[in-house]
């Protein structure tokens, strides 16, 4: 399966694109075309049990970023997610330093993509998208998700 080069969307309007498809072969079709590693990789933080984050639960206190010019995307901030989990580059760091780099992330990117990393990390995107699940995930991206 190609990954598409679709960059125009936000991760939480792909989400939202997902939810609200009528059935759940559309939800799959949705998913799949516009797949991205950002968007795999919230899925998989979100879903995969095997993933377990170092930052402590709830949202930490951070500025939101303008949501019209955002210094940053979550397709770019998204490969620094490795070190806020366990067994990431993240543990080797003092902890002050990992939570002061979470947070970094969430004042970069657009405030309502900010708000999907936080329901990642907590494994609660499931509370605000409901048609969006770990089966379905599992069907769209067969191996993403591994436990």
Do not use: C, H, W
């Not at 019209?68 to 990431?88: A, D, H, I």
């Amino acid at each position: 399966m190609a990954v598409n080069k679709i960059n125009s969307y936000t991760i939480d309007v792909i989400l939202k694109k997902v939810n609200d498809a009528s059935s759940k072969a559309a939800r799959i079709d949705v998913l799949q075309e516009y797949n991205t590693l950002a968007l795999r990789n919230i899925l998989k933080g979100a879903f995969d049990d095997t993933i377990r984050f170092i930052i402590p639960e709830g949202d930490p206190p951070y500025r939101e970023a303008n949501q019209n010019t955002p210094p940053s995307s979550l397709r770019k901030q998204s490969p620094r997610f490795r070190y806020f989990v366990v067994g990431g580059p993240g543990e080797r760091l003092p902890r002050l330093k990992v939570e002061v780099m979470f947070i970094r992330l969430l004042e970069a990117i657009p405030p309502s993509e900010a708000k999907v990393v936080l329901l990642m990390k907590d494994k609660k995107l499931e509370t605000e998208y409901k048609s969006i699940n770990k089966k379905l995930v599992q069907e769209a991206f067969p191996g993403l998700i591994t436990k």
